[in-house]
């Protein structure tokens, strides 16, 4: 009976209401994901290329379980001569949810630019669009209605009486942000940034007498990022919404250590590019003076010279290396030879005992 009165809930929502005003997806990883949050802050990150990823399962001890997964992709790309940028991208997100398997799959490219505001550190202006086809569908079959009930007995193969003339379609959503940028200090940083999702209130609902529109939302984001010692900074975020007549606050706060490894590092078969990879990789961790890992079975000789006689890493490479880090030596048996051989052993033993 619970599952009969959620069904009939579900599809008096998709069909029989003749106003209703929808809202958006929200993960607890917010920060995650920032193109959902403004596009503006599309690019605002260190670096050239960004992928995040979220995915979320609720509810799934007392119904069918909410899944969502969200994807996003930034590329950065420099504008002439000048210290302006763009930013393009990509922002992705799956969400299913009850019995009807309602889902709702948005694919949205987003283009920010990103206006320089000094010469002298990054203070930018940017603003961001982003938008695409939002697919919306469930599947009937997976309901169960009161006139399937015969005796008390319920079986999916009993007919009703309930049709479904459109149990999918797609619809066009937009948004535009604008955000500033700019550094504290040496090494803080901070944005503050204004969005504005679904300006053109999208209908939402499966059937066109309905006015189910999908509400504009503002949003206010400010966020924080500063150093608390060499190789920690603390990172706080924070997000106001406004939606219909909801509003939401949430805010978040990260603590981040500063640490890159390189693990096992060889030369054997380096190259020209990944040789200038190399160097530039270390030389920013000289530079910034940030802690670097490297893990590598060869000596710094074997590290400079291959077998044959060839260059491996450089004498720049090496001299940024060595007055970066402090060589641990750390000898012994190898670790994989002895894990093989005691599985041989306990084998060997187990084919004695059954002969």
Excluded: C
């Excluded at 809202?23 to 959902?36: G, M, R, T």
């Excluded at 969502?68 to 001569?81: A, F």
């Amino acid at each position: 009976m619970k599952n009969q009165l959620r069904n009939q809930l579900i599809i008096a929502l998709l069909f029989l209401t003749p106003v209703l005003k929808a809202q958006d997806i929200n993960f607890s990883q917010f920060y995650e994901l920032p193109l959902l949050r403004n596009p503006g802050l599309a690019g605002i990150f260190n670096g050239d290329i960004r992928v995040t990823s979220a995915f979320r399962s609720q509810w799934q001890s007392v119904t069918t379980p909410y899944r969502t997964i969200g994807l996003g992709m930034e590329y950065k790309k420099p504008i002439g001569r000048s210290n302006d940028f763009i930013t393009i991208g990509m922002q992705f997100s799956n969400d299913i949810a009850g019995d009807s398997r309602l889902r709702r799959t948005q694919v949205f490219p987003v283009l920010n630019y990103h206006k320089s505001l000094s010469g002298e550190k990054d203070t930018y202006l940017s603003a961001g669009i982003m938008g695409g086809p939002v697919m919306q569908r469930f599947d009937p079959t997976k309901l169960s209605f009161d006139d399937q009930f015969v005796n008390g007995s319920y079986s999916s193969t009993n007919p009703t009486k309930e049709i479904f003339t459109n149990t999918g379609f797609t619809y066009w959503d937009a948004a535009v942000g604008l955000n500033f940028s700019s550094t504290a200090g040496e090494n803080t940083r901070y944005y503050v940034g204004l969005g504005l999702f679904h300006f053109t209130k999208p209908k939402v609902a499966f059937q066109e007498l309905y006015d189910v529109v999908l509400n504009p939302k503002w949003v206010v984001n400010a966020g924080l990022s500063a150093p608390v010692s060499d190789a920690n900074k603390v990172i706080v975020y924070a997000d106001y919404f406004m939606q219909g007549g909801a509003r939401q606050i949430q805010g978040g706060l990260l603590l981040s250590h500063d640490l890159l490894v390189l693990d096992e590092l060889r030369v054997d078969e380096i190259n020209s590019w990944s040789r200038g990879k190399v160097f530039d990789l270390i030389s920013r961790r000289y530079d910034a003076d940030r802690p670097l890992l490297v893990t590598t079975n060869l000596s710094l000789n074997e590290l400079a010279y291959l077998p044959d006689g060839s260059i491996g890493l450089d004498e720049a490479t090496l001299s940024r290396l060595i007055g970066l880090t402090q060589v641990v030596d750390l000898s012994g048996p190898d670790y994989r030879l002895i894990e093989k051989r005691r599985r041989l052993s306990a084998r060997q033993a187990t084919v004695l005992q059954r002969s």
